[in-house]
């Protein structure tokens, strides 16, 4: 990251609310489960699929992970409901896996039994490294009671390789990303094209596996390899798809749709839009620079 974004990265918070909403707009559905809704059907009617994740990343205590559990459930009901072409997205942390264990694991059971008696899907991100090892565990003991479950793995983290040759066993259903948190070079590549290279060979260990993939990513290069990878192992357009996050390079997203690749967007709502946000601007420091832009011009 140079100076400059540096700089921007780190006045962010003092930016007013209702300028990083204007800018949200595009990374968010919106605040209520509605907006997902319409969001969903947008992208649906777009010959794309969706998938819904519930904004909430921190809680300390148990009530709040029911909260987290109830909305998810309730999320599965309105697909159901609605006939949306999506699945769910759920991190661990929001329902309890830094409190305890056993809570997390009933509070993803509970989710899981409503996502079967729709046939739906319900996809395990990955977090922080201090969470691979409990995340992998609990999605280990799930996937023995439900097909319809699927987890993370970062390409940025030394261990995947690893991770990769224990899970390709049971022929899991992998989202394969490049990692969004900092870790320190003990664990993770740093390097932008070492972490690419990675990314590939993960890649094609799953697809010689025979398993099911989500290859999430918006650079060209990795998924130029990816379709490499595709063409080599005569995939059919069922056995993988590509996934962005919304408002992400909608550009290549029309081109691999275009190309006949399934295409699955990443849809964060709910009232933690702010916190969301700002993860995704510190990510990505040039779209920082136009919040910051607009505080000094007036046609924002
Ligand atoms: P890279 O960062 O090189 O981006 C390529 C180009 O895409 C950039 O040059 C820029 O043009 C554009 N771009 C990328 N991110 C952007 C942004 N936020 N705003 C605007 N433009 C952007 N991570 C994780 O640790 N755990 C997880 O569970 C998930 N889940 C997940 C789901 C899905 C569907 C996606 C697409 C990504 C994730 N990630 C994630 C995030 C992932 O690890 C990674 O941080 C981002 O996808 C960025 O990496 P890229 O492969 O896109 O490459």
Same mark, same amino acid.
């Given at each position: 990251?140079?100076?400059?974004n540096?700089?921007?990265?780190?006045?962010?918070?003092?930016?007013?609310r209702?300028?990083v909403r204007? =800018?949200?707009g595009r990374?968010?559905?919106g605040?209520?489960l509605q907006?997902?809704?319409? @969001?969903?059907?947008q992208i649906?009617r777009?010959?794309?699929?969706?998938?819904l994740?519930?904004?909430?990343?921190?809680?300390t205590?148990?009530a709040e992970t029911?909260?987290?559990r109830e *909305?998810?459930i309730q999320v599965l009901?309105?697909?159901?409901r609605?006939?949306?072409d999506?699945n769910?997205?759920i991190?661990?942390?929001?329902?309890g896996?830094?409190? &305890?264990g056993d809570?997390c694991f009933?509070n993803?059971r509970?989710i899981?039994?409503v996502?079967?008696?729709?046939k739906?899907?319900v &996809?395990i991100d990955?977090e922080?490294s201090? @969470?691979?090892?409990?995340?992998?565990?609990?999605?280990?003991?799930?996937? +023995?009671e439900?097909s319809g479950?699927?987890i993370?793995l970062q390409a940025?983290?030394?261990?995947s390789e690893?991770?990769?040759?224990?899970?390709?066993?049971t022929r899991t /259903?992998?989202?394969? @990303?490049?990692?969004?948190?900092?870790e320190?070079?003990?664990?993770?590549f *740093?390097?932008?094209?070492e972490?690419?290279? /990675? =990314?590939?060979k993960l890649?094609?260990?799953? =697809?010689?596996?025979? @398993?099911y993939l989500?290859?999430?990513?918006?650079?060209?290069?990795?998924v130029n390899q990816?379709n490499?990878?595709?063409?080599?192992f005569?995939?059919?357009?069922?056995?993988?798809?590509?996934?962005?996050?919304?408002?992400?390079?909608?550009?290549l +997203?029309?081109?691999?749709l275009?190309d006949?690749h399934?295409?699955r967007?990443?849809?964060?709502f709910?009232?933690?839009?702010y916190a969301?946000?700002?993860?995704?601007?510190?990510e990505?420091?040039?779209i920082a620079g136009?919040?910051f832009?607009?505080l000094f011009? &007036?046609?924002?």
């Open positions: 990251m140079n100076l400059l540096r700089v921007v990265v780190a006045t962010l918070p003092y930016v007013p209702l300028i204007h =800018f949200a990374y968010i559905a605040e209520t907006d997902a809704v319409r @969001c969903v059907r649906n777009e010959g794309k699929l969706a998938t994740d519930v904004l909430g990343e921190d809680i205590s148990e029911t909260e987290v *909305q998810s009901h309105t697909i159901a609605e006939k949306l999506s769910l997205s991190k661990l942390t929001s329902l896996l830094k409190l &305890r809570i009933n993803v509970e899981l039994k996502a079967s008696s729709y739906n899907f &996809r990955m922080d201090s @969470c691979t090892s409990d995340t992998i565990g609990i999605f280990k003991k799930l996937q +023995r439900f479950v699927g993370v940025y983290l030394k261990r690893e991770d990769v040759r224990d899970l390709i066993k /259903n992998f989202r394969l @990303c490049k990692g969004i948190y900092k320190p070079p003990e664990i993770a *740093q390097g932008k094209e972490i690419r290279r /990675n =990314f590939i890649l094609g260990m799953m =697809f010689e596996a025979g @398993c989500g290859i999430a990513t918006h650079d060209t290069w990795v990816a490499g990878l595709i063409k080599k005569g995939l059919k357009r069922d056995e993988y798809e590509f996934q962005m996050l919304l408002g992400v390079r909608p550009e +997203r029309k081109k691999l275009r006949g399934r295409v967007l990443y849809v964060p709910g009232e933690q839009w969301y946000t700002m993860r995704r601007f510190k990505n420091p040039e136009y919040v832009k607009a011009t &007036r046609n924002v």
